[in-house]
């Protein structure tokens, strides 16, 4: 096996990512681009789409960490208009997209139009996530547009296949796509809910942060891996995995949390890289099947689905926004007003990812019987065009959007506010419960270490209200950036001498180790109590 065009794809899309943060352009987006120029480059190897790769491997990683960073009390909070987008959106663009297909791409059956639409159906979790942290959405349109990313792969995934086997003359019926639709969701769900326990209790008993981590990386491909076995939703199995983990991470061992967070932001960034160069590289490979057709009525028929994907997420998403308020008193009363403005984000925010071609590179090349399935380079052709559009075209102008429609960001100044309100409440939680524990004489203390411990909590609680406070006159420092800065020099000092001891074979290496941790866990500390 050559692993050169691997460490290729991984190195050269992880370049690309670091340098779009110097750049206004959202990584995904940049990543398509250089994925797309690459394609071309004579001597760069064919990367074909595997989805026997992509769908176990790559996407239960991926929908874990995005699900894990979620907020399982916010998707709580927002689970009727999440529902109403991942199911009952992707299930009306399936049927819409594939009818419209059906009636513009002459001898397209109307079967393979199905899986066209469903194909195409489910916006991406990773860009969604993506462009949201990058253009500051309101937390209300980032939960409902995280949590219908997260769970309608599943919805989608689950039509693709009720349409494949009526298109491959397995004789599909209505009926039977509800049962297997409500078998996939209750069983995935339920393959989450039983795993969850059993899981945390292993993340909350091991000792070893070293196998607590291991047990992490193993966790998605574990909850995907069962559930695809009793014919479950492995999609709706992860996530749900995920919710509940990560909103009992605080009981896990802080070492296992701070590696677990390095880990797992890594191995995000690597898949994520990864995964939206492979997009741009899949366009040698589909273009080589569509020598059946002109390239005037395939740009067409692709420009005319572009556009019945973009217009379909309107119209469903209008009324599925403010008709519920109309028709439902409690409604009104339980969840806050939307506006128009926060609809048109929601409608335009609807960019297709990895998942769509996956799922296209798995239809057969052939149906029972034999015969070749209609029209499949034209499906490919139709769902890569429809992606890179939504992911150029939506992806490019949602910042702008966002801006010409004034919707307010992320209020600093208030959340700032709120973090200090908490840490003082925690402060003096923690100053009554130090008090106690000195008066126990087995916890006696010299004073200068008991005033330490005091003068912790007072920093702590301090940081917080001083990043509210004037900047420095000379150095436009916030009070809490010197802080950072000073404490960070004075730490480097410290590491210069050992490394000096060292290099005078004074300590040796084993304890350089020992007392650089000790260091880097300080400074750590020092930069997340200013952060």
């Known amino acids: 096996m050559d692993v050169m065009p691997l460490l290729l794809l991984v190195a050269g899309s992880a370049v690309v990512a670091g340098a779009a943060r110097r750049t206004p352009v959202p990584a995904p987006l ?3 681009a250089a994925g797309l120029a690459v394609s071309y480059v004579p001597g760069v190897p064919a990367y074909t789409l595997d989805p026997e790769v992509v769908l176990p491997l790559l996407l239960p990683p991926l929908l874990y960490t995005s699900a894990a960073d979620s907020s399982y009390l916010d998707l709580r909070a927002q689970l009727r208009p999440v529902a109403l987008l991942s199911v009952g959106y992707a299930l009306f663009a399936t049927f819409v997209v594939g009818w419209a297909a059906y009636l513009i791409v002459p001898g397209l059956p109307l079967t393979a139009a199905l899986v066209l639409g469903a194909v195409v159906a489910p916006p991406d979790a990773v860009a969604a996530t993506a462009v949201a942290r990058r253009v500051g959405l309101p937390s209300r349109i980032t939960t409902i547009l995280q949590g219908e990313s997260l769970l309608n792969d599943a919805t989608a995934i689950t ?3 009720v349409a494949l086997a009526a298109a491959v003359g397995e004789g599909a019926t ?3 796509g509800v049962e297997e639709f409500l078998v996939a969701a209750v069983g995935g769900v339920g393959v989450g809910v039983v795993l969850m326990a059993p899981l945390h209790w292993l993340r909350t008993h091991l000792k070893e942060a070293l196998l607590q981590n291991t047990l992490s990386l193993l966790i998605p491909f574990v909850a995907y891996g069962i559930a695809e076995q009793v014919h479950a939703s492995g999609v709706l199995a992860v996530v749900t995995v995920a919710l509940y983990l990560g909103h009992r991470a605080w009981e896990v061992d802080f070492a296992t949390r701070l590696q677990e967070e390095a880990v797992w932001k890594m191995v995000a960034f690597v898949l994520e890289s990864a995964v939206f160069a492979l997009i741009g590289l899949q366009l040698p490979i589909v273009l080589s099947g569509l020598e059946e057709y002109a390239g005037a009525a395939a740009a067409w028929y692709a420009v005319a689905v572009f ?11 209008y009324p599925a926004t403010f008709l519920p308020r109309l028709l439902l008193r409690r409604v009104r009363e339980r969840e806050e007003n939307p506006t128009w403005r926060g609809a048109m984000v929601t409608g335009w925010a609807g960019m297709r990812g990895v998942v769509s071609l996956a799922i296209a590179f798995s239809i057969p090349l052939t149906v029972h019987g034999g015969g070749p ?16 559009g939504t992911l150029v075209v ?18 600093a100044q208030a959340a700032t506010l709120a973090e200090a309100n908490a840490q003082a409440q925690a402060s003096r939680a923690a100053e009554q419960c130090l008090e106690e524990l000195l008066t126990d004489e087995r916890n006696a203390l010299p004073p200068p270490l008991a005033d330490r411990l005091r003068s912790v909590l007072e920093r702590r609680r301090n940081a917080v209200w001083e990043r509210l406070g004037q900047t420095n006159p000379v150095t436009g420092e916030s009070v809490d950036d010197t802080y950072r800065r000073l404490s960070r ?3 480097s000092a410290e590491r210069a001498v050992f490394v000096r001891l060292r290099d005078g074979r004074y300590i040796d290496d084993e304890m350089l180790r020992t007392l650089l941790r000790r260091l880097d866990l300080e400074e750590a500390a020092a930069y997340r109590e200013a952060a």
Not at 373 to 388: D, G, H, M
Not at 400 to 407: F, G, H, Q, S, V
């Open 30 to 32: 940049l990543l398509v």
């Open 159 to 161: 039509a693709y296949k």
């Open 174 to 176: 209505w009926s039977g």
């Open 307 to 317: 556009l019945v994907v973009v217009v379909t997420r309107f119209v469903w998403v």
């Open 373 to 388: 399935f209609p029209q499949r380079n034209l499906i490919l052709f139709l769902t890569f065009t429809t992606v890179i």
């Open 394 to 411: 939506q992806g490019l102008t949602l910042p702008p959007l966002i801006r010409l429609l004034k919707l307010p960001g992320h209020d």
């Open 489 to 491: 020099d004075m730490i």
